[in-house]
C-alpha cells in the first residue's frame, strides 16, 4: 500500500483528507490501541489518537508548534496494532512530524549536528567521507568497490553508516564481509561514493534532507549496474524498499539477515564453532514489526552451534524499540531532560531477565544503544551485544 | 642594521602575564641572534610597579596615559603603532590571550606591516627571523620568512617556559610622554560570570570523568585536580546517569561539544559517543586502568594506570608547584 | 539597526588536509571549505540582534567554492540580502582581502551606511592577518573581537568580552563598529533543506566584483609539513609518582600551568 501512496504524487497534510489514506483516517475508531502501544505513549501530549482527533476536528495546529511530537521514535507500534489498518507511520506520522520540524524554534543540539553532518557529510557522525570505506583494511577478505569494478556486479551491499565508521559497527560490517566472501557472492559497495539513505532523517521531519539524499544516492545508483541490493541498516532498506522506488527505484532489495537467512544451508558446513551460548533476539522495529521478518534471524541463531535461544517477554510484534528510530539515534539528551525512560533501558532490563548471554540483534542502531543501557545498568559483566551476523563470524572460525 | 626586538608585556591585575614571560623569552633568544636589543613595551596608567620583574629585556619602552588604563586593544595599538613608526622594531611580539587578542589583530593594520599568527617557534636563520606556525587548527604546520621590519608575531602560549623570562630587574626604562587618543570604545568594567552552573563548552581546562571514577565519592578527587588546573570538571554519560554530576557536565553525542586546551580523561573508557564531543580538544590527556581503552586512541598521552593512583599524585606534585 | 555580516569559507578540516606538491600551501585536490564557525555566529547574532532592535541583516561572502549554498542558507534563516564579493587574486592574504573588501563596500548599491560590521572573531586560516580588525582600520571603525554577548543601547552597543576565569569584562562603543563574534547569544539556528531550496529557488545572490586596492603587506611560507599525528596515545610508563610527574611536565612544556 506504502508503494502506491507514495508513487501517486507529493502529499500534505492539508489534502490528505481528500486523499484515499485519508479516508481511511477517517474511519478511525478513536480506540486508543495506539496510545497505549506507543512506548512514549504515557509522556506524549499528542498520542497518534489524538493527532487524528485534532486532524478531524481541524485542530492540528496545535501539534504542529509544538516539539511533542519528537518523541515519536516510529516505531511501527501504533501502525502494527490500528484495528483499522491505519498506517501510521507511513503517511500521518512523516507528514506531522515534517511540519513540527519546519516549525520548531529550536532544534535539539544534537539532533541539529546530525542533520548538518547528514547533509555536509552523508554520515550523521560527521564523519570524513573520504573514511567511509576505512574499515575495509580491518575486513581480511576482499571488498571491492564499484567505481573500481568496472563491470556490473549481482549485488551492492550499501553497509550505511554506523556499520560504516562506528567502531562497533565496523565489526559488523567485517563480519558481512567475511559472509558474502564464504559464499561466494559477486557483491561491490560503494565506499566514499555511499551517502546516507536518510530514513531517519524523513522520520525525525527533515523531509527536504531526505529528498537531497535520495537525490544523489540514486545519482550513485544510476552509474553502475547490479543486479540487487542487500544492506546491513534495516533503516536503508526501509528507504530503499519504500521510498527510493517513487524515485524510480526498481532494483530488489534485501536487509542482510534475511539474506543470510536463505543461504544458512550453504554456510552450515563452515559452522563449526561451538558459542556455548544462550542467546536472546531483539526484534528490531523495521525489520520484524514493520517487515515482517521474525522467524529468518532466528532460524539463523538456531543453526549456529551451541546455541540455545531464549525469548524476552516482548518479542515478535509486540517487540519494545531500542529509541533510535524516528531521530531518536539523537534526541537522548532530549527525552532525558524531559524525564523519560531510555527505551533500550527497559530493553536490556528484559533481556537480563532471560538470563541470556548475548543479546542479538539486526540493526547497527541496537548495539551502541544497547551496549550503552548494559553499562549504564551494569550488566556489562554478563551480556554481550552482538549482531547475527557477527555470531554467525563468530561460528565460522 | 635591523630593529629592535619588542615584546608587548601585557599585565593583569598589577603583573606581568606569564604569556608576557613566554614572550620574553623567545624574545630574548631572537635579539641575542640578531644582535639587538630586547625590549618591552609597557602600556598602562600607572606602570612603574612592573619594570622590577621585566629583567629578561634591555629596556622598558612605558607609556603611561588615563586612556591606556583599560584593556582596549584599539588604543594599545595605536599607541605602539605611533612608537613604532618613530623606533622601526624588527618585530613585535605580542601573546596570543584573551587580554592582547585585539590588538593582535589591529597592530598590523595600525602599523601597516605583516603579521604571522600563531606562532609556536621562532628562531634567526642567517640573520633573519624565521617563524614556525601551527595553522588550520593544528593540522598544519608552516615555516615562514618574516619580512624585515616592522613586523608582528603574535606567540602562542607555551612557546618557551615562563620561567625563562622571569628575570628581575629593573632595566633601564624609556618614559614615553604622548597623545592617546581614548577612542570610541568605552571599558565599562569587569564583572564575575553570573552564578549558575558552569559552562564547560567555554572552559581551557576539562577534567573528565568516566565509570572509572569509581563512586561519587571520587568526584571530589577531580574537583580538585580541576580547581588546580583552573577549569572545571565533565563528565561522560555513564557519570551523569549515576547522577554523579549534573547533566550540563555532560561531554559527547547527547550532551555538549567541548573544545579545551587541555582534556584530561580521567577513567573515561573513549566510547564513541562520548570521543565525538571532545575530539577535538587541543590537548588530551587519559588515565585509564585498561591500556586497550579506545580513549587512548584519540589521547595524545595515556597514562594505563588507576586513576585513584595517579591523580592524588598529580594533585601534590602541582600543589608544591605552588599552584595553590 | 542596518548589520553586515562578513563570511568567508575555510578548509575543512574533518577532512584530511594534504600539502600541495610545491611544499608551501595546502593540496587544493581534496580540499573542501565549510564556512568559518565564528562567522556563522556573526550571522546568528546578527539575526538575534534584528529580533530585538529591527532593522536589516546582509550577508557578504568572500567567493569560494560552496560560498552560494552559505548564502543561500543565510537567506533561509532570514537574512535579508545576500551578497558575493568576487575577483579577489588567487592567494591574496588576509591585508589584501580586508583592503579590498574595504574598498568595495561603499560601491555596492544601497549597502552603506551600515551601522554593525559583524564578522567571526577568528578563523583558522588566519596565518597573516584577520579579516574583523583589517577591515575596522581600513574603513577607520572601532573594533572589538572575541565578543560573547552584544545588545543595543543608546546608539551604541554594550558588548562583553571573556577573560581568563571566566571574567567578563564590558565595554560600550560607538556606531558604527565592527565585532569580532566569538559566540552568539545562542548556537547557530537550524534551517530545514526545504527552507533553504525555497531560497535557492525564489531568492537571490548579487554577485559584485571587488575592486582592486593597493599594495598589502604579505608573508611568506617557507615550507607547510604535515605534523606527524601517531594516531594512538604516548603512552606514558612508570610508577603513578613517575606518571604524574610526566604529565605534571607536559602541562608545563604547554603553557597550561
Known amino acids: 500500500m506504502t508503494q502506491a501512496v507514495l508513487d501517486s504524487g507529493v502529499m500534505t497534510l492539508d489534502d490528505l483528507l481528500e486523499r484515499p489514506e485519508g479516508e481511511r483516517l477517517m474511519s478511525c475508531i478513536q480506540c486508543g490501541i495506539c496510545a497505549a502501544t506507543c512506548p512514549y505513549g504515557d509522556v506524549m501530549e499528542h498520542t497518534p489518537r489524538t493527532l487524528i482527533a485534532k486532524l478531524r476536528a481541524g485542530l492540528l495546529d496545535e501539534v504542529l508548534t509544538g516539539d511533542d511530537l519528537l518523541n515519536c521514535v516510529t516505531c511501527y507500534a501504533c501502525w502494527a496494532k490500528c484495528p483499522r489498518g491505519i498506517a501510521l507511520t507511513d503517511v500521518l506520522l512523516p507528514l506531522v512530524k515534517e511540519q513540527v520540524l519546519l516549525n520548531l524554534p529550536e532544534v535539539p543540539a544534537e539532533l541539529q549536528a546530525a542533520f548538518e553532518a547528514t547533509l555536509r557529510y552523508g554520515n550523521p557522525m560527521g564523519e570524513s567521507p573520504r573514511k567511509r570505506a ?5 575486513a581480511g577478505v576482499e571488498v571491492p568497490l564499484m567505481k573500481d569494478v568496472g563491470r556490473p556486479v549481482d549485488v551492492l551491499w550499501i553497509v550505511e553508516c554506523y556499520a560504516s565508521y562506528y567502531p562497533r559497527g565496523r565489526e559488523n560490517a567485517v563480519a558481512t564481509a567475511r559472509l558474502l566472501d564464504a559464499l561466494g557472492v559477486d557483491f561491490a559497495i560503494l565506499g566514499p561514493e555511499e551517502r546516507c539513505l ?29 543486479g540487487k541490493v542487500i544492506t546491513s541498516d534495516p533503516h536503508a532498506f526501509d528507504a530503499m524498499a519504500h521510498l527510493y522506488p ?76 531500542c529509541g533510535g528510530g524516528g531521530g531518536g539515534m539523537w534526541l537522548d539528551a532530549f527525552y532525558k531532560a524531559r524525564g523519560h525512560d531510555r527505551l533500550s533501558d527497559r530493553r536490556v532490563e528484559e533481556a537480563a531477565a532471560t538470563g541470556a548471554d548475548i543479546l542479538a540483534v539486526s540493526c547497527p542502531f541496537e548495539v551502541p544503544r544497547f551496549e550503552d543501557s548494559v553499562k549504564v545498568l551494569g550488566y556489562d559483566d554478563r551480556i554481550e551485544v552482538r549482531d547475527i551476523t557477527e555470531l554467525v563470524a563468530r561460528a565460522m572460525e | 642594521m635591523p630593529g629592535n626586538i619588542w615584546v608587548v608585556a601585557e599585565h593583569w591585575q598589577g603583573s606581568p602575564t606569564d604569556a608576557a614571560f613566554e614572550a620574553l623569552a623567545l624574545g630574548r633568544e631572537l635579539a641575542d641572534g640578531l644582535g639587538v636589543a630586547l625590549e618591552a613595551v609597557v602600556l598602562g596608567s600607572d606602570t612603574g610597579g612592573l619594570a622590577a620583574a621585566l629583567g629578561a ?113 629593573p632595566p633601564p626604562v624609556d618614559r614615553v610622554a604622548m597623545d592617546v587618543d581614548p577612542g570610541l570604545i568605552e571599558f565599562c568594567g569587569y564583572r564575575e560570570p553570573e552564578a549558575g552552573d558552569v559552562d564547560i563548552t567555554r572552559q581551557d581546562v576539562l577534567v573528565a570523568i568516566g565509570r572509572g571514577i569509581g563512586g561519587q565519592g571520587n568526584v571530589e578527587l577531580a574537583e580538585e585536580l580541576a580547581e588546580l588546573l583552573g577549569g572545571a570538571v565533565c563528565g561522560s554519560r555513564p557519570v551523569i546517569d549515576q547522577g554523579w554530576l549534573p547533566m550540563s557536565r555532560q561531554v559527547g553525542k547527547s550532551g555538549h561539544q567541548v573544545k579545551p586546551k587541555l582534556y584530561l580523561a580521567l577513567g573515561v573508557s573513549g566510547a564513541p559517543e562520548h570521543v565525538e564531543g571532545m575530539r577535538d580538544a587541543e590537548l588530551i590527556i587519559a588515565v585509564n586502568s585498561d591500556p586497550d581503552a579506545p580513549i587512548f586512541r584519540v589521547a595524545h598521552y595515556g597514562v594505563g594506570a588507576d586513576l585513584l593512583d595517579v591523580v592524588p599524585e598529580l594533585i601534590d606534585r602541582l600543589e608544591a608547584a605552588g599552584k595553590r | ?93 588576509a591585508p589584501a582581502v580586508a583592503g579590498m573588501v574595504a574598498g568595495t563596500l561603499p560601491s555596492i548599491d544601497g549597502l552603506l551606511p551600515v551601522d554593525l560590521i559583524l564578522t567571526g572573531c577568528q578563523a583558522l586560516d588566519d596565518l597573516d592577518g584577520m579579516i574583523g580588525p583589517l577591515l575596522a582600520a581600513a574603513l577607520d571603525l572601532p573594533y572589538l573581537g572575541l565578543v560573547a554577548a552584544a545588545t543595543v543601547e543608546d546608539g551604541g552597543m554594550l558588548v562583553s568580552k571573556e577573560y581568563s576565569g571566566g571574567v567578563l569584562g564590558d565595554f560600550r562603543v560607538e556606531l558604527p563598529a565592527v565585532l569580532g563574534i566569538q559566540a552568539a547569544a545562542k548556537p547557530p539556528r537550524y534551517v530545514p533543506i526545504a527552507k533553504v531550496r525555497q531560497a535557492m529557488s525564489t531568492g537571490t545572490i548579487e554577485g559584485v566584483a571587488a575592486s582592486p586596492a593597493g599594495p598589502a603587506p604579505s608573508i611568506e611560507v617557507i615550507e607547510m609539513t604535515k605534523p606527524e599525528s601517531a594516531g594512538h596515545a604516548e603512552m606514558i610508563t612508570g610508577s603513578p609518582s613517575e606518571a604524574a610527574a610526566r604529565i605534571a611536565a607536559v602541562l608545563t612544556d604547554r603553557g597550561l600551568l
Open chain 3, 1 to 93: 539597526m542596518k548589520i553586515l555580516v562578513l563570511l568567508k569559507m575555510v578548509p575543512d578540516v574533518v577532512e584530511e588536509l594534504e600539502v600541495a606538491p610545491d611544499g608551501r600551501a595546502l593540496d587544493t585536490e581534496f580540499l573542501r571549505l565549510i564556512v568559518n564557525e565564528r562567522d556563522d555566529h556573526a550571522l546568528e547574532q546578527a539575526l538575534l540582534l534584528r529580533e530585538d532592535a529591527g532593522g536589516e541583516v546582509v550577508v557578504a561572502g568572500l567567493d569560494a567554492p560552496e560560498v552560494d549554498d552559505v548564502l543561500f542558507s543565510a537567506l533561509a534563516k532570514g537574512a535579508d540580502r545576500a551578497i558575493k564579493l568576487t575577483g579577489f587574486p588567487e592567494g591574496s592574504g
Open chain 1, 246 to 321: 517513487a524515485a524510480g527505484f526498481r532494483t530488489p532489495v534485501e536487509h542482510v539477515t534475511p539474506f543470510i537467512s536463505r543461504h544458512i544451508e550453504d554456510l552450515l558446513p563452515r559452522l563449526t564453532r561451538e558459542l556455548n551460548a544462550t542467546i536472546t533476539y531483539h526484534d528490531t522495529c523495521v525489520l520484524g514489526r514493520r517487515g515482517g521478518l521474525f522467524d529468518e534471524p532466528r532460524s539463523i541463531l538456531t543453526a549456529l552451534p551451541g546455541v540455545e535461544l531464549v525469548e524476552m517477554t516482548h518479542n515478535g510484534v509486540n517487540t519494545i524499540c
Open chain 1, 134 to 138: 576505512a574499515w575495509v583494511e580491518e
Open chain 1, 198 to 226: 536518510g530514513e531517519c532523517v524523513r522520520l525525525a521531519g527533515e523531509t527536504g534532507l531526505f529528498d537531497t539524499m535520495r537525490e544523489q544516492n540514486m545519482a550513485t545508483f544510476d552509474k553502475y549496474e547490479f
Open chain 2, 57 to 169: 629585556a634591555d629596556r622598558i619602552v612605558a607609556v603611561d596615559h588615563p586612556a591606556l588604563s583599560d584593556p582596549i586593544g584599539d588604543v594599545a595599538a595605536r599607541t605602539i603603532a605611533a612608537l613604532a613608526a618613530e623606533r622601526r622594531p624588527e618585530v613585535v611580539l605580542v601573546p596570543i590571550t584573551n587580554l592582547g587578542w585585539d590588538l593582535i589583530g589591529l597592530l598590523p593594520a595600525r602599523i601597516g606591516c605583516p603579521m604571522v599568527n600563531f606562532v609556536q617557534d621562532a628562531s634567526v636563520v642567517d640573520g633573519r627571523i624565521e617563524a614556525a606556525s601551527l595553522v588550520y587548527g593544528g593540522k598544519m604546520s608552516t615555516r615562514v620568512a618574516v619580512p624585515a621590519g616592522p613586523a608582528v608575531l603574535a606567540v602562542l602560549p607555551g612557546t618557551r617556559p615562563a620561567e625563562a623570562g622571569r628575570i628581575t630587574g
